[in-house]
T-cell receptor, first 113, second 115 residues
Framework: GENVEQHPSTLSVQEGDSAVIKCTYS??????FPWYKQELGKGPQLIID?????GEKKDQRIAVTLNKTAKHFSLHITETQPEDSAVYFC????????????FGKGTMLLVSP | GAGVSQSPSNKVTEKGKDVELRCDPI?????LYWYRQSLGQGLEFLIY????????KSGLPSDRFSAERTGGSVSTLTIQRTQQEDSAVYLC?????????????FGPGTRLTVL
């Protein structure tokens, strides 16, 4: 099956700084990599995803990069704001008769004003 | 449109009691997933539904856990004879298609506390 490692487990930055969260995956057949943001008391919300036919995708202050050769992908948040504070999960898909996701253990991001 | 909804939002029960957790997926979504999230932990897969059938129950931690889905829509996760280690947030997610990788949309979760 798929194994997803996520680092760091916690990340503290000052407002306006950039934040980077990194994930590695094990199954070379994985071709879909979503990122979820989970605020306190809420379910995870998809914020950006990337498929294996592209190397980078950007949406305003959020970007994701994918290196298929190295089997790692990263989330980049620029100009961080206090409302970016949350737990972020990466995931990778794999096929076990159907397409499913394996999640990293999460990164708690704290943005201080 | 309406997202995935779950009820109750919080459930406190005594050890040994049975509980039922409900998930209403997004209308038209054929795939439905249940996950468990223990405090400060990641997402632990429990079960996957395609329509009303559950082709993958491999994540259910014990035979005290069961789930069903009726009419290809609402799903219920039942935990019998609850134990304190069952305390966690139970999350439900749905997807529009079962095959090609696609987004999973999560509900807000049910926080279960077993005293």
């Amino acid at each position: 099956g798929e194994n997803v490692e996520q680092h760091p487990s916690t990340l503290s930055v000052q407002e306006g700084d950039s934040a980077v969260i990194k994930c590695t995956y094990s199954d070379s057949a994985s071709n879909y990599f979503p990122w979820y943001k989970q605020e306190l008391g809420k379910g995870p919300q998809l914020i950006i995803d990337i498929r294996s036919n592209v190397g980078e995708k950007k949406d305003q202050r959020i970007a994701v990069t994918l290196n298929k050769t190295a089997k790692h992908f990263s989330l980049h948040i620029t100009e961080t704001q206090p409302e970016d504070s949350a737990v972020y999960f990466c995931a990778a898909n794999w096929m076990k008769g159907y397409s499913t996701l394996t999640f990293g253990k999460g990164t708690m991001l704290l943005v201080s004003p | 449109g309406a997202g995935v909804s779950q009820s109750p939002s919080n459930k406190v029960t005594e050890k040994g009691k049975d509980v039922e957790l409900r998930c209403d997926p997004i209308s038209g979504h054929t795939a439905l997933y249940w996950y468990r999230q223990s405090l400060g932990q990641g997402l632990e897969f429990l079960i996957y539904f395609q329509g009303n059938s559950a082709p993958d129950k491999s994540g259910l931690p014990s035979d005290r856990f069961s789930a069903e889905r009726t009419g290809g829509s609402v799903s219920t996760l039942t935990i019998q004879r609850t134990q304190q280690e069952d305390s966690a947030v139970y999350l439900c997610a749905s997807s529009p298609k079962p095959a090609y990788p696609n987004e999973q949309f999560f509900g807000p979760g049910t926080r279960l506390t077993v005293l």
